[in-house]
């Protein structure tokens, strides 16, 4: 690996992908790190069943098409499938097996310093990590006194290990009820959510809710009001498995926790189940713990940015976290504004520290 360059990407993904694309033409000595061994970002450590929101078409990251996929919607292994044929077709100059401890800044040079004792010299970063490292579990009265099985979603890969058992799913948002829809095929369920969950009309997937988005978001950028009573964007899209389990009669929360127990959840209006394992559906924050000691990173792992821009270091950018670094930026078929954005301020800044 090369001791100085002028930008260092951190990450391997989708993020990291959409930024290596606007790059390869600019002219400068780039290299991305990627903690993975092999090719396909977060995508390989997804549970085995989890597809994309969207058709194939509207999946697509910058410059190359996604296939169209077997089912409605691309699954984990189509993707995967995707993401390193992308990285494949435009040859980026990526290092494997790279996981990025700190980065640190003297004199206005960065240095990345690695898991494996190597530092890098560099005008400019791009942190594109996404969340898959910093999954996040809510503090719950009684979790650390519970005695079975507790697995994030991160960890979770089918419904093998809850056959049989009385399961806790925690967590109102797609995961949770997709989880849901999936375990309670083999285990009595119990479904756990701050709130009530709300569902998305049928014929209602990503490629409309990305429409929607879009059209708040333009409207924002104007100052213009939008009507978003149609359709509430953080609501649960009703992919194929979660209609299946509304057949079923399982998508019923029975509310928000009170306490849990050695073997019980206790409910707020303090009704008790017996129950022997717990599936936290709880999300993640942001992956960025590697900036800490370059700029104030908060709980859930968010720095001050203008866009992608970190207002308080100069020659620092974020792609990828999701809204707070540009819009969609969290999506395949979002990011790529947001990458291309940001590999032209890249560009101006090395120009003018030069």
Not at 125 to 152: C, D, K, Y
Not at 154 to 177: C, D, M, P
Not at 318 to 327: A, E, L
Request: net charge negative; proline share 4%.
């Amino acid at each position: 690996m090369k001791k100085e360059v002028e930008l260092i990407v951190i990450g391997g993904g989708q993020s990291a992908l959409a930024c290596g694309y606007f790059l390869r033409r600019t002219g400068l000595d780039y290299l991305i790190l990627d903690d993975k061994e092999t090719c396909g970002g977060s995508w390989p450590q997804t549970w085995e069943s989890l597809t994309l929101f969207s058709p194939a078409k509207f999946s697509s990251l910058p410059g190359f098409m996604m296939p169209a996929s077997v089912g409605e919607y691309p699954s984990r292994e189509e993707v995967i499938s995707y993401l390193c044929a992308y990285e494949r077709r435009y040859d980026f100059p990526i290092e494997r097996g790279v996981r990025v401890t700190q980065v640190t800044r003297e004199d206005g040079v960065f240095i990345i310093h690695t898991e494996e004792g190597q530092q890098v010299k560099t005008k400019a970063v791009i942190s594109a990590t996404g969340t898959w490292q910093n999954p996040f579990i809510p503090e719950v009265s009684g979790r650390e006194r519970f005695q079975g099985l507790q697995m994030h979603s991160k960890e979770y890969q089918n419904s093998k290990a809850f056959e049989g058992k009385r399961v806790l799913i925690v967590g109102e948002g797609n995961t949770g009820a997709q989880l849901l829809a999936e375990v309670s095929k083999v285990a009595q369920t119990v479904w756990a959510t701050h709130k009530q969950p709300e569902f998305l009309p049928d014929d209602v997937d990503g490629r409309v809710l990305f429409d929607l988005a879009t059209a708040k978001y333009e409207a924002e950028k104007l100052g213009k009001p939008f009507d978003s009573s149609r359709y509430h964007l953080g609501n649960i899209v009703m992919t194929p498995s979660v209609k299946e389990a509304r057949g079923r009669a399982v998508l019923s929360s029975k509310g928000r926790i009170s306490v849990l127990e050695e073997t019980a959840v206790v409910w707020e209006n303090g009704e008790r189940d017996e129950i022997d394992a717990i599936l936290w559906c709880t999300g993640f924050g942001f992956a960025t713990g590697h900036l800490s000691d370059l700029v104030s990173v908060d709980v859930r792992g968010r720095i001050s940015t203008e866009e992608t821009r970190c207002k308080d270091v100069p020659g620092l950018w974020t792609v990828g976290y999701g809204g707070w670094t540009g819009f969609a930026s969290a999506t395949l078929i979002g990011v790529g504004r947001s990458a291309r954005q940001t590999v032209k301020e890249v560009v101006d800044y090395i120009k003018e520290i030069k």
